[in-house]
């Protein structure tokens, strides 16, 4: 058991899906949502990502009476954002969700970048309706403490536009975050490899097969056997393969589970409603 004073994590899973959702009869056992995650520490849950899965997220922390949310943002890309406009908790303002990005440059400012998703004629109703937000900005490679004394470290992945990494530690379990990236970069790849070092879970970017890769180089993603191969290497115990394409099946995902495991006995494929307890 851990002590009260530093508790385990508990990962779940609300939307696993990369680029747009992916709803239908052949995508039923993965999901359809797009990315959205919950980590639980003691009593405290942060988010990351608010893509379309975090709408029923948000029903569900409405429902359990939370009313102090920090949400970390991996990136602002329309897949990761698309259920902030749908998420409950945000339209109270007896709540307050602090927004964390740090993947802009320093002359862009997140709400403004938040508040093109939200506008007339796209939206009706403008961001500053979401009463309970306040926008955070850092940098990638800071080491952030939020509330509840939760410590997350931070890192640049190589995506289009910037994306970010998270690496929370606490009950001895390490928990580290590389969704949105692509190999192949020596600096990158080097800095990503001693970010998941010995890592308990690792969620990694699996959009692609190893076999479709060179016809999308420099779109920002990587492969479920590069995944593998660097848990492997880094001595990570549970990858998860995570950010799946919007066009693969149920049946295909389960292909790939299975000639995963020869690669790695630990490897998981993300699926909706998954929960992790490191």
Known sequence: MHAASDPGIVLRLWGVRGS???????????????????????SRSVLI????GARALGDRLCADGVDDIDMLFTHFHLDH???????????????????????????????????????????????????????IRFTASDRLVLAGGIAVDTI???????????????GGKTLVTVTDHEHGDA?????????VRGADVMIYDGMFDDSEYGAHVGWGHSTWQEGLRLAV????????????????????LDAYAEAAKRLHPGAVFARQGLEIAL
């Open 81 to 135: 954002i698309c259920g902030l406009p749908f998420f409950r908790p945000a339209y109270n303002p007896e709540t307050i969700i602090r927004i964390h990005a740090g993947h802009l440059p320093p002359d862009e400012d997140p709400r403004a970048a938040l508040c093109r998703i939200m506008s007339p004629p796209i939206f009706p109703v403008a961001f500053d309706h979401l009463a309970a937000c306040e926008c």
């Open 156 to 170: 640049a992945l190589n995506h289009p536009n910037g994306a970010v990494g998270f690496r929370f530690r606490s």
């Open 187 to 195: 600096e990158y790849d080097s800095a990503v490899a001693d970010f």
């Open 49 to 52: 990502d608010c893509g379309s």
């Open 233 to 252: 290497r880094m001595d990570v115990q549970m990858p998860v393969i995570f950010h799946h394409h919007p066009d693969r099946t149920d049946d295909q």
């Open 20 to 42: 747009t959702p992916a709803p239908g009869s052949e995508t039923v056992r993965y999901g359809g949502e797009t990315t959205a995650m919950e980590v639980v520490i003691g």
